[in-house]
């Protein structure tokens, strides 16, 4: 099984509400990812973590709060976001160890901030 | 700071035709590179993954290169289909786990 799964597909947050993204894979992965994508552009690095801490942050707003509850899990906590942070939220999972590795994807969340 | 480009950003052939995908990097201290497809609105599915000691991998109709000296990259696309269009992205792996990606080749095969 190679599967990353992302909860939920869509969803359509107002500036001041707070949600969340969930993303899980059973692959026995210790690193997960989360990127952002915009329209016709390619997808950038937010966070890793690395056996359940975070090893990457990059310099990512503090509105994006990231959170590994577990080897399986991954969390993007959402609050006060701009109407610029719509997106194609993409969650990645991986090996840790050496240097043959793939990253597999999960389908990815589409926001939209109004 | 990596740099990865893809040409071209757009290719249009007809059904069955061979085809070649670009990726450069700037940066040659790689620990691999890998290639990707992406569906309008889906996530990536990986298609190939070259290690920085190997020159090609194999998967069916698909054969990538990497020289890494020269910072490139090539993906082979034999007989193409049309159920082939969609936007391929290459993404160099650095340290710390990094996926770097190119800006991406939207294809599409027509009938």
């Known amino acids: 099984d190679t599967e990353v799964t992302q909860t939920p597909k869509h969803l359509v947050m107002g500036m001041t509400n707070k949600k969340s993204l969930k993303c899980e894979q059973h692959?026995?992965?210790?690193?997960m990812y989360w990127y952002k994508q915009k329209a016709k552009k390619p997808p950038e690095l937010m966070f890793v973590y690395s056996y359940e801490k975070l090893s990457i942050n990059e310099s990512v707003p503090s509105r994006f709060s990231p959170e590994c509850p577990n080897s399986s899990l991954l969390n993007l906590h959402l609050h006060a976001l701009q109407p610029e942070d719509s997106a194609l939220y993409l969650c990645?999972?991986?090996?840790?160890?050496?240097?043959?590795?793939?990253?597999?994807f999960g389908p990815g969340t589409r926001l939209t901030v109004t | 700071k990596q740099e990865v480009t893809q040409i071209p950003a757009a290719l249009s052939v007809p059904e069955g035709e061979n085809l070649v995908l670009n990726c450069s990097f700037t940066d040659s201290a790689i620990y691999n590179l890998q290639w990707f497809r992406q569906d309008p609105g889906k996530g990536l599915t990986s298609l190939l993954l070259?290690?920085?000691?190997?020159r090609e991998q194999t998967s069916g109709r698909l054969n990538a290169s990497l020289d890494k000296s020269s910072g490139r990259s090539t993906l082979y696309i034999a007989a193409s289909q049309p159920g082939d269009s969609a936007t391929y992205l290459c993404a160099a792996r650095g340290g710390g786990n990094k996926l770097t990606f190119g800006t991406g080749t939207q294809l599409k095969v027509e009938l």
């Open positions: 692959m026995g992965h210790r690193a």
């Open positions: 070259i290690q920085s000691s190997q």
């Open positions: 990645a999972s991986s090996h840790t160890t050496g240097t043959n590795y793939e990253q597999y």
